[in-house]
């Protein structure tokens, strides 16, 4: 995987470059983090942090500290789809540890990891502000509410579908 | 049905674009505030509408509008915070998702009242979806003339920039936002210097709820005085409720703050009861972090009065028998539900969120989690019961920011109304793994629907 942008990621990093003042580029960092991160395989490898360093004129150390302390940033490689289901009160009281034991018994991993085809890594998190649309959880951009076993049965196949397609 | 001021447009068709949104009464309130008002006089009608901060404490916006420093020379910012990440919260996401007009016109307002030309929506990040909506609307207020340079021929120019958090609770705390916005790790600032002095890039900055400021447009639209009237006492105007837990209807609601709590639980216009017909054990009415109340205090005051859905009712009786409004996260409980467990998830939540700069946060958080984990688990001793109540005393207080208090209220809380559950786990380890203590220690009769 590349750890350089194209000219359409670039575009977008100027984009938001330059939504602050001059000199106040590091602003950026944040939102260089996650464009990083979606273009570059859904990960960071300090390759990849070194980079947006240098694109930002900042110092690696001043990205790392950033990038360690934000749970959205994967610093490790992960699959193809990441299921990140909430599973703090309010939805631990609507069923979310129903849920967590399904995905973890259909997919047979543990949160944390990854299916051996690289295709699902399962990750536990706390609330995503969805709380009454419980039990749910993230997946790229998106988020899968209400989840019953059936849902997930369904998500796990609309995935499988969307990676055989691609 | 109740007043609705924010989201009595919520089912338009179409009304998250402009169009619809500009043919049904939008935007007027920009015209009226830049063409006809003064920055103080905008200030003023905040001050005179009692509007308290949605975000959680409740503080005064129009006094707090009144503290921004204007040193000749400096641009000043205002920053909507829409980090949304407080346990049981989730109305701003709503406002956002199918009101995006409305957050952006309020802004507008408060922009120009406070002298901001770049202001800034700082959006959780997984709001990802949400933060394309709002770009989008700010497109098209910018092509319709209510955005970018000399709006409206007023001579205000004004940039409205939303950018993604990276996933931190903490970056809900101003300082720690701004921080973040920097392009920083979420730690919060030692205060003073406040924001309104020293703020973002060390210029004068306000930070207020993206809830606060979408009630800014029917303030000015119907005048303060006018909004001050609905709602009672110093819980003026409408309040946005997310519901949530086991309840029939759960979702988000507008409400003004005279119904009672028992209303708005047992009500089809509301929560609609207890889901499958269970009866309520317990409630934390806003937000996790606020004090959990036992279902008897939730739905009357110690005093044997009804309790009200306002900021006033909702802290009757201060920590030992009340709770409070804060962010209007409503977390309901059936008697079915542990309240070890549900503890024990929020602590673990408040240690993975703790930034770690204050050691009492930061080593007592992952302590509380540790404990509760062991009573949770059937491994507990009567005596882990008071090491906890130990341990919240000594964190709440001694911390840089709130995040320290708000790990510790909901334990005391639930120590405080609900020790005899957690005596159960301890003294019926094996039990408590397989079944729950239920309703058993209520003295008082539990409300039941009819
Ligand atoms: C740990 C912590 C988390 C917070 N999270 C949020 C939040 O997600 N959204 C919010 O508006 N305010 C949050 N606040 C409150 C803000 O610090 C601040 O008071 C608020 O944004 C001010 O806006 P308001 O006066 O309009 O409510 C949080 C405070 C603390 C201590
Ligand atoms: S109280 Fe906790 S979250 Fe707040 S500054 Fe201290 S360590 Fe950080
Ligand atoms: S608790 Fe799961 S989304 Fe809020």
Redesign the pocket.
Known sequence: MATTFNDIQMTEFKRLVARYPEGKQKSALLPALHLAQESFGGWLSTEALDYVASLLQIEPIEVYEVATFYSMYNLKPVGKFVFEVCQTGPCMISGSDNIIDYIKKTLDIKPGETTKDGMFTLKLVECLGACGYAPMMQVGKIYKEHLTKEKVDSIIAEYRAQATNN | MGVKLLLDKANVPGIRTYEVYRREGGYRSVEKALKQMTTDEIVEEVKKSGLR?????G?P?GM?WSFIAKPEGVPRHLVC?A????PGTFKDRYLMEFLPHLLIEGLIVSSFALGSNDTYIYIRGEYAWITNILEQAIEEAKAAGFLGKNILGTGFDCNIHVQRGGGA??C???TALIESLEGKRGNPRIKPPFPAIQGLWMRPTV????E?LAAVVPIINMGGEEYAKIGVGKSTGTKLISACGNINKPGVYEIDMTITVEEFIYSDEYCGGIKDGKKLKACIPGGSSVPILPANLLLTTAKGEPRYMNYESLSDGGFATGSMLG?GGFIVLDEDQCIVKNTYTLARFYRHESCGQCSPCREGTGWMEKILQKIETGKGEMSDIDLLWDIQRKIEGNTI???GD?ASWPVAAAIRHFRDEFEWHVKNPELSQTSNFGLQHYADPIHVPA
């Open positions: 901060g949605r975000g959680g404490a503080f916006t707090k915070n980090d949304e990440s407080e609770y903490i809900g705390e101003e930070v207020n709820n993206v606060t962010s920011c709130p995040l708000a």
